[in-house]
């Protein structure tokens, strides 16, 4: 079973609701806008501190809080991408369900190949490979410096290798995790234990704000 990865993976899109789609309690995916500009310049600089992020789906709002303390430069960037709207439209390009327990997201080209223009390296990765459900994490290829716009939310318990540096842990789902669920329970589109989920679930919009401390 690979590891998260921007491997390459073909995904079509349906703009109609589909039988899984709608046992997921989802809406209508979008269509993954043809000829958009996907390149984004990098962010100036990381941020620290707490932050939340709304990422809003066709299937309800995943919310989650953001390790800016951690993972300066992954929640910069993520940030940033957000500020962009960088994964308006995008889908939800790959699930696994046997081994490791994953919803990857995060390429507008739903291909699994898209990448901001820009990368960057680990931070923040488990020294003994596990990921527990509601895990917010980068996506790479085996090159540790891989990291770009492509992430993760772990819906199970998942031990992945820790060679080459692990991936890098940003963040956390605080609330929505039952979408992400809903989700896997439908499994991968045509069967396998790796793919484009049989339900369709694309990002409509991601927002990104500071948690302010309390007075």
Request: aromatic share 6%; glycine share 14%.
């Amino acid at each position: 079973m690979a590891e998260p990865s921007s491997s390459p993976q073909e995904t079509a899109v349906s703009t109609t609701l589909s039988p899984a789609g709608a046992d997921a309690g989802c809406g209508y995916a979008p269509a993954v806008p043809s000829g958009r500009q996907t390149q984004v310049e990098a962010p100036e600089a990381e941020i620290t501190g707490t932050w939340q992020g709304a990422i809003t789906t066709n299937c309800g709002i995943i919310e989650v809080e953001l390790y800016g303390d951690k993972a300066p430069q992954t929640v910069g960037s993520f940030a940033h991408l957000a500020e962009h709207g960088y994964w308006e439209d995008s889908p939800c390009h790959r699930l696994t369900t046997q081994g490791i327990y994953v919803l990857q997201c995060g390429d507008p080209t739903g291909t699994g190949r898209g990448t901001p223009g820009y990368t960057f390296g680990i931070e923040n990765a488990p020294e003994d490979g596990k990921y527990p459900p509601g895990t917010l994490a980068m996506a790479r290829s085996q090159d540790p410096n891989s990291n770009g716009g492509q992430f993760f939310i772990v819906y199970n318990d998942t031990e992945l290798p820790t060679q080459g540096g692990g991936y890098s842990i940003f963040g956390r789902v605080t609330s929505g995790m039952d979408i992400v669920d809903r989700v896997a329970e439908q499994g991968v589109d045509g069967g396998g234990a790796d793919g484009p989920p049989a339900a369709p679930i694309s990002i409509l919009s991601v927002e990104v704000t500071q948690e302010k401390a309390s007075e």
